[in-house]
């Protein structure tokens, strides 16, 4: 077991473990780390704890110390800085006609390095950009290509469930989404309609899908016998949050959809005969 503190470098960024160093931290407490970027400033978001060493990955930097006025008054400069900065890369992409644009910038908490993020379709020779750019600002200049779920991270904005977007709000890492996903939630495969701000499928796709998927696993697929009750029919639909099923099946001389709890039905067996079905309607022939 080994003694961790997890800090965020952004307000909803990934978390990295550092060793507290016997520095009394809560969550949220403002510390100085030291990366592999340089010196950073960091919030705590996991209070210190122990944690199995297969968890972590040795050896943990120790936290340098915890922030103090200074450190918070050095914040706001970078941040009045920031603002510039954004400006200032702004006039230089459109001087330079790069086919790019400019999402966030970030300075090092000890200004040793300025971190430009934009996006583009392609690659973009920046050379000169980058040459341009450190003449003005007189130190190291970064430029990172991001993705549209990492802009979209960035800049925020509202889903169409109108609250803030899940990756902007509270998602420290993306997960995998599929449109497998959508299809075994029965959600309309409109892209317009599963599509987030940044043109992909919603993060929330991934919310209910081990739900769905333990549900489906119990039952046959749509069309396929099942046992129910009254008989063996046809399975027709599906709700998996209400936790029921329709099914066709036939009573007396005429068939019917009937709807049952999903602990009242179950996969045909061995022993089970086969559901009756109704004849397929002829087809109208074609006049000569």
């Not at 970078?78 to 644009?101: P, S, T």
């Amino acid at each position: 077991m080994a003694k961790i503190v997890g800090i965020r470098f952004r307000p909803v960024g990934k978390i990295y473990y550092f060793s507290p160093a016997d520095i009394p931290l809560e969550t949220g407490d403002g510390v100085i780390v030291e990366t592999a970027r340089g010196i950073e400033f960091g919030k705590v978001a996991i209070a210190p704890r122990e944690e199995e060493d297969r968890r972590i990955t040795q050896p943990l930097k120790p936290i340098v110390r915890k922030a103090n006025v200074g450190d918070y008054k050095q914040l706001e400069r970078n941040e009045q800085k920031r603002a510039q900065a954004v400006k200032e890369a702004a006039a230089r992409i459109a001087k330079h006609k790069l086919d790019m644009k400019l999402v966030d910038v970030e300075y090092t908490f000890d200004n040793s390095k300025i971190i430009f993020y934009f996006t583009a379709n392609g690659r973009v020779d920046f050379r000169e950009l980058v040459k341009d750019l450190a003449g003005v600002f007189k130190t190291r200049i970064e430029l990172r290509q991001i993705g549209v779920r990492d802009e979209a991270k960035m800049l925020g904005g509202l889903g169409s469930c109108g609250r803030p977007i899940c990756c902007g709000a509270f998602l420290g890492d993306f997960q995998p989404v599929s449109i497998k996903m959508a299809k075994e939630q029965n959600l309309s495969l409109n892209p317009t309609k599963i599509s987030g701000l940044c043109g992909r499928l919603m993060c929330c796709l991934k919310y209910e899908q081990d739900y769905y998927s333990q549900t489906l696993k119990k039952l046959p697929k749509v069309g396929k016998d099942i046992v129910t009750p009254d008989g063996v029919g046809v399975l027709a639909e599906i709700n998996a949050i209400r936790e029921r099923v329709k099914v066709r099946i036939k009573i007396d001389e005429d068939f019917d959809v009937r709807e049952y709890a999903i602990d009242e039905v179950r996969r045909p067996g061995p022993d089970d005969s086969a559901a009756v079905r109704e004849a397929p309607k002829p087809k109208p022939r074609r006049s000569e």
